[in-house]
């Protein structure tokens, strides 16, 4: 069973920053890619950034230059810088863990947690 355990969603201004974390546990053989997705109240989940093993990363073009993903392999956690936030970045963002634990590659989510952009 895989756990992936996110820290770090708030209340924030526009124009401010946060940093969300997400660690997973568990038995994990590999894994390819962690990254983040995001869901509005009324809108789908979407994608926000994913990065893989081996550092490679994907960014919707709505973040690019202001979110920045990074992992500690060691550790199986993934970090999501978010800068110059503005008020459509409000969503329950979900930690995603595409990996396998001994029962074939699918995908993982965490609980979710809640940022807001607002003055």
């Known amino acids: 069973q895989v756990q992936l355990v996110e820290s770090g969603g708030g209340l924030v201004q526009p124009g401010g920053s946060l940093r969300l974390s997400c660690a997973a546990s568990?038995?994990?053989?590999?894994?390819?890619?962690m990254g983040w997705y995001r869901q509005a109240p009324g809108k789908q989940r979407e994608l926000v950034t994913t990065?893989?093993?081996?550092?490679?990363?994907n960014y919707a073009d709505s973040v690019k230059g202001r979110f920045t993903i990074s992992r500690d392999n060691a550790k199986n956690t993934v970090y999501l810088r978010m800068n110059s936030l503005k008020p459509e970045d409000t969503a329950v963002y979900y930690c995603n863990l595409l990996g396998d634990s001994g029962a074939g590659t699918r995908n993982y989510w965490g609980q979710g947690t809640q940022v807001t952009v607002s003055s």
């Open positions: 990065i893989t093993t081996f550092g490679s990363t």
């Open positions: 568990g038995s994990i053989f590999r894994v390819n890619a």
